[in-house]
């Protein structure tokens, strides 16, 4: 079965330093893999997906992310946080190639302070 | 493009009393899936339909159930309510066929269900 593990429920950073965010997959097979944000009392809007080829996958807002075979690992990261980063954060994975049937992590709350 | 709309935005129902929430998808979107969102279970999986077919299903029972319209309007229903059901339900609506796979997921605002 399909599964994701979003460490640290909570995470603070002051404006200007690296955000990490992490995540672990489990996936029987190649997995396609989705960041996705929440700003509050708002829907979901998708940062970057991962499907096949580069490991390394760029998305907006300058957020990145790289697939980790090894490590089962899909890390998202940007070089210089900024106040308006400050929203909730999904990793997911989804159990169809549409990529319309996700499994969610629980989610990782970011806090930029300034 | 008109967003994914969600209706209605808030509901308060009684334990026992079933309800139904309606969503609209983005113009030309074939493809809903409806999540429930919980601070205690996070975001799970509920189902997705295309072209009026349940295409996937996730793990809850029986007393969840969706349709979709031939406009690609779905409804999900909830009979026999329970407290735990009380949580913000998201529909998303996905292209398809207009790019190569995996499609991004639009998410609509949410219905906040409370079951008192």
């Known amino acids: 079965a399909q599964s994701v593990t979003q460490l640290g429920s909570h995470v603070s950073v002051s404006e200007g330093a690296l955000v990490l965010l992490r995540c672990n997959y489990s996936s029987s097979v190649p997995p396609y893999l989705f960041w996705y944000v929440q700003y509050p009392n708002q829907g979901l809007q998708l940062l970057l997906k991962?499907?096949?080829?580069?490991?390394l996958v760029k998305g907006i807002n300058g957020f990145e992310a790289e697939f980790k075979k090894s490590e089962t690992s899909f890390h998202l990261t940007k070089p210089s946080a900024h106040m308006s980063d400050a929203a909730e954060y999904f990793c997911a994975v989804s159990l169809n190639q549409a990529g319309t049937a996700l499994i969610f992590g629980k989610g990782t709350t970011l806090s930029v302070s300034s | 493009k008109a967003g994914v709309t969600q209706t209605p935005r808030y509901l308060i129902k009684t334990r026992g009393q079933q309800v139904t929430l309606s969503c609209s998808p983005i113009s030309g979107h074939r493809s809903v899936s409806w999540y429930q969102q919980t601070p205690g279970q996070g975001l799970q999986f509920l189902f997705e339909?295309?072209?009026?077919?349940?295409?996937n299903k996730g793990n809850f029972p029986g007393r969840f159930s969706g349709r979709q319209f031939s406009n690609s309007r779905s409804e999900m229903n909830v009979s026999t309510l329970e407290l735990g059901d009380s949580a913000l339900y998201l529909c998303a609506s996905s292209p398809l066929g207009a790019e190569v796979p995996p499609y991004e997921q639009y998410f609509g605002p949410g219905t906040r269900l409370t079951v008192t």
């Open positions: 339909y295309f072209s009026e077919t349940q295409r």
């Open positions: 991962y499907t096949t080829g580069a490991t």
